[in-house]
């Protein structure tokens, strides 16, 4: 049984109205046919399946052709103005969540079950870990590892919301594991304090549906965070800022996309030459410049794709490209990284 989306808003607008709200609004600009529309959707606010809202309609509203009234259902149903009438409970803890599930035109309830039983690792705990782990756990996740060997610094406070002064010199691990359990009691928390200082650190961890990158340090993570997750299979996701930049991507699902070496775009920080001593004497004291907004921003744009990639609905944005939202200017970059057929790391896979 279906009705109208819980998330459907009407209005009048010039001389005809706007059907929906959001991306997916449709303007009408005839009267006839924005009003057909509203009293047809309007039938739908009781639960009832396809054939009976036809045949009500044809009772009720005799002035509407027959044409018209499947025009105006079939409308309905192809641009998810309609949802299963069980998927709301307004009381339920996912319910919000489940609308913003239905509009994109997914089922709430399937992707509910799949992120319920899926597993997610954070490599680092710091502002986004801080954020990623409160997003995914209070949207339903059912297990997610927490992976960082950091205790809390005061300094820490500004972006790492779930810390508080009481916190200072305890583990991250810990005490985010606390703050996740106070907000879901049925979530499965791991920790592993661990620093990951080779590609065979990653090794101790176990495998779980996707790796989220989110630790800024050493520079050569990433580089070994691919290598492994290409060869053992493992999706990931990488997630932070550069500076003043928030960075989401790439997004590695293994054999369908791109990895983070297909492509050259970040610089060699480690390469030996001549100039080693001079650009090692430069870089030796790196402190980015984070700022919490440029945290929060990374973190919640990368939330949605691993929503989507966990719970098998819409479009992964973030996969083949490195996608950097810039925080002084209103403007969003993108980085192709097509795959490359003779990329050193992924095209033996
Ligand atoms: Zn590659």
């Not at 309609?82 to 919000?96: I, L, T």
């Not at 089922?107 to 509910?112: F, L, R």
């Not at 820490?156 to 879901?184: H, Y």
């Not at 993570?221 to 790439?250: A, E, T």
């Amino acid at each position: 049984m279906l009705y109208i989306g819980k998330y459907i808003q009407v209005g009048r607008y010039k001389n005809g109205g706007v059907f929906g709200i959001g991306s997916k609004q449709a303007l009408l600009s005839e009267p006839n046919e924005f009003e057909n529309l509203v009293k047809i959707a309007s039938l739908w606010k009781t639960p009832a399946d396809e054939d009976s809202v036809l045949e009500k309609a044809r009772i009720l509203h005799p002035e509407i052709s027959e044409s018209e009234i499947i025009k105006c259902i079939s409308f309905l149903v192809k641009n998810n103005c309609v949802m299963e009438y069980e998927h709301f409970k307004g009381d339920d803890r996912y319910s919000r969540n489940s609308l913003y599930y239905n509009y994109m035109g997914a089922n709430s309830k399937d992707v509910e079950n799949k992120i319920a039983n899926s597993s997610v690792t954070i490599i680092g705990c710091g502002g986004i870990g801080n954020h990623l782990s409160y997003l995914l756990a209070t949207s339903g996740v059912g297990k997610i590892t927490l992976v960082d060997n950091d205790e809390i610094e005061l300094s820490n406070l500004t972006r790492q919301v779930l810390f508080t002064e009481d916190d200072v010199g305890k583990r991250k691990t810990e005490v985010l594991k606390r703050e996740l359990l106070k907000r879901r009691n049925d979530i499965t928390i791991e920790i592993i304090e661990k620093s990951i200082n080779s590609e065979d650190d990653l090794k101790s961890i176990p495998k779980s549906d996707i790796f989220i990158i989110s630790a800024d340090h050493p520079f050569e993570l990433i580089n070994w965070v691919n290598n492994y997750c290409v060869n053992y299979s493992q999706p990931y996701i990488n997630v932070g800022y550069i500076n003043d930049i928030s960075v989401v991507g790439p997004f590695f699902i293994p054999n369908i996309t791109s990895c983070f070496k297909c492509t050259d775009v970040a610089p060699d920080y480690l390469k030996e030459d001549a100039l080693s001593h001079f650009i090692r004497n430069i870089n030796n004291d790196f402190k980015a410049a984070t700022f919490p907004g440029v945290n929060g921003v990374a973190a919640s744009y990368a939330f949605g794709d691993i929503i989507k990639f966990l719970g098998g609905f819409s479009d992964v944005l973030s996969k083949n490209k490195r996608i950097g939202i810039h925080s002084s200017t209103i403007k969003i970059e993108e980085q192709l990284m097509p795959k490359n057929p003779r990329c050193t790391v992924c095209s033996h896979q």
